[in-house]
Structures are given as structure tokens and as C-alpha cells.
């Protein structure tokens, strides 16, 4: 049985006693020549009795105190019982959480090439879900710990509780270790403080900041951003192509939920490649992996969509396709891209 269980057994008898207690008080002390004993005064002398304080017996008669002496033996020894299993369950609790908080911060200690997630809220819990299916190695920051704590009974993630604008909290977090940071608290200052932190901790970190201001991303970007995303602007945007291209909305929801078979991923050209320097079509990479190159992104930020056949392709520039995990492995191969 668990603890859970027997305290809750122990106080439904602790609470059946007290009332045996008060009915047997008020039955035996009916004719008490000091008083008949009401509820009060039969439910004090249980008390006291059961918790052993003992501030006399009100005169009693002596079947009171027969009664009194079955009442001890039976009452004290479920009493204290209670208190035992009350305090196992805090100190079990405390304990628990202690060492899962401490194999937590040693897990988060062993990472490298991880993300960081600073702010689960409304648009953070999103973020979390999509680095899940991605099966991305991260760290959650979320200074609400209620909210954190039923986070982590429906998801399983490293987590830390801590205020993500603090530079010890991402240090916990091993910003200096990380690949990239995404930073989704409710106010836009706290994001900048964060973005700026970031940057000064680990200036190669790739960061990309939520923005609740129109007025903002210029702000977040000059911060160091590397990218910035408006929720209300993408939302707005969603809802309207909702209406005015159903179906190519359709179809990314709907690879938007099988990300983990097929999604759009990409991969960047390294210069150790066998594809640096070769054209789309010497490169065989149709061939090779079954994926048809749809955009490239150029080492300069341009992009070029339904690139041709005989455009040269250099370290550096992203190939941009849709594939499941095991075609995207084979492509990382060619690329030597080791993400």
C-alpha cells in the first residue's frame, strides 16, 4: 500500500474515533452530577485524550474513565501512526524532488549542442512540444514554478526554475555550451535582457526572440537577435491564407503533425563536402538520397527556389527539402553536416 493510501486510511480511523469518542463521552457523562456533557465537551475530552495533553478528566465518572483508558491505547497509538506516515510523505516528497532536481542539473551539466528555451508560457509550451517531436536535445527556463511543475508531469524535458534574465540561471543552463536560444517571455524587456545576456555569454549562439511590440524586433535584432517572430503578425497571417488557400494551410498543418516521418528540414554545405563546388545536377542528390532540392539558401542570405540543374552550389549555402529522418541522414552525410 502507499503512503498516499495508508494516510488516508489512518485519518478516516483517527476521524472515526473521534467520533466514537464524542458519542461515548456524551452517552457515559448523560448523568454526570457536575452536567450533562454537550458535543463541545465530548469532543475536548476525545481530543485530548487521543493527542495525550491531558488538562484533567472534568470529572468524570468511572465508566468515563474505563472508557477514557480503551480510547488511549487504541487512539495514541493511531495518532501517532498519523503523524508518522504525514511527515514519510513530506520527507519522501522533499527528498524526491531534491535528487530529481539534482540529476536534472547534472544531466543539463553533460550537455553540449543543446537549446536553451527561455519562458514556457502560452508560446513557449509550443516551442517545447515542436523541440519534442524534433527530438532536440534542450533545456526549458520557467520562473513560474507551479506552471513548470505541471509541465513536467505531462512532459518529459530538463527543466530549470530560475529567472532566464538572470546570467547565473543560463550559465546553469550551459549557455556557453549551446547551439541555440529561444526567448519567449511574456515582455518584450525581459526578451531583449535575455537576448543580450545571450549574446554576451556565447557570441556564436544562434538566438531567435518572440516580440509582442511592433516597435520591438529592431530593438531585439540591434540586441543581437538573430531573428525575431511576431506571434500575433504570423497568426494574423495564418488566418487569412486559412480563408484564401485552404488547402496549402492543410498541407502544412498536416506535416506540421507527422514532422517526425516527413518534414521540411534543411542542411548546410560544409567545406569538407564532396557537393562543394559541383553543380545541383553533378551532385546526384536525387540519386543518392530520393530528395529533390526545393530553395537554397546562398552563404550571402539569398534565396534561390526550384534551383536549376546546373547551378554551382558552395560551402555554406543551406539545401532546403522535405524528408523523412532517414533521408535527411543520408543527405547530412553528403553535406558533412554534422548537426
Not at 514519510?88 to 547534472?106: H, V
Not at 517571455?185 to 531567435?208: C, E, M
Not at 516521418?261 to 542528390?285: C, H, M, V, W, Y
Request: net charge negative; hydrophobic share 45%.
Amino acid at each position: 500500500m502507499s503512503y498516499q493510501h495508508r494516510i488516508i486510511v489512518a485519518f478516516s480511523l483517527l476521524f472515526v474515533l473521534l467520533i466514537i469518542g464524542t458519542v461515548g463521552y456524551s452517552v457515559l457523562e448523560k448523568n454526570n452530577p457536575q452536567g450533562e456533557w454537550g458535543i463541545l465537551e465530548a469532543v475536548w475530552m476525545t481530543v485530548i485524550t487521543v493527542t495525550t495533553v491531558g488538562y484533567g478528566d472534568m470529572e468524570m465518572g468511572n465508566a468515563a474513565r474505563i472508557f477514557t483508558m480503551f480510547l488511549l491505547i487504541g487512539g495514541v497509538g493511531l495518532f501517532v501512526y498519523c503523524i508518522t506516515i504525514t511527515n514519510a510523505i513530506l520527507i519522501e516528497g522533499q527528498l524526491l524532488s531534491f535528487f530529481k532536481q539534482r540529476k536534472m542539473l547534472r544531466t543539463v551539466e553533460k550537455l553540449s549542442n543543446h537549446y536553451i528555451i527561455c519562458g514556457l508560457g502560452d508560446t513557449g509550451l509550443h516551442v517545447l512540444e515542436e523541440m519534442l517531436k524534433a527530438e532536440a536535445s534542450f533545456v526549458g527556463i520557467e520562473m513560474d514554478e507551479e506552471r513548470l511543475e505541471h509541465l513536467a508531469e505531462t512532459h518529459d524535458f530538463l527543466s530549470l526554475h530560475g529567472d532566464a534574465t538572470d546570467d547565473d540561471v543560463l550559465i546553469r543552463a550551459g549557455i556557453e555550451r549551446a547551439k541555440g536560444l529561444v526567448a519567449c517571455l511574456s515582455r518584450d524587456q525581459d526578451n531583449l535582457f535575455v537576448v543580450i545576456s545571450a549574446k554576451k555569454l556565447n557570441p556564436s549562439l544562434r538566438v531567435v526572440s518572440k516580440a509582442v511590440e511592433n516597435n520591438s524586433p529592431d530593438k531585439l535584432v540591434t540586441a543581437g537577435a538573430d531573428e525575431v517572430v511576431l506571434p500575433d503578425h504570423i497568426g494574423g497571417i495564418r488566418l487569412a491564407s486559412g480563408i484564401l488557400e485552404p488547402h496549402l494551410i492543410d498541407f502544412f498543418a498536416k506535416m506540421q503533425v507527422s514532422r517526425q516521418t516527413t518534414r521540411f528540414a534543411e542542411s548546410i554545405i560544409q567545406p569538407d563536402s564532396k557537393l562543394n563546388g559541383i553543380t545541383i545536377e553533378e551532385a546526384n542528390i536525387k540519386e543518392e538520397t530520393g530528395l529533390v532540392v526545393i530553395a537554397i539558401r546562398s552563404k550571402d542570405g539569398t534565396y534561390i527556389y526550384n534551383p536549376s540543374g546546373d547551378l554551382k552550389i558552395e560551402a555554406g549555402d543551406a539545401l532546403f527539402v522535405i524528408s523523412d529522418q532517414r533521408q535527411l541522414q543520408i543527405l547530412h552525410k553528403l553535406t558533412e553536416d554534422t548537426r
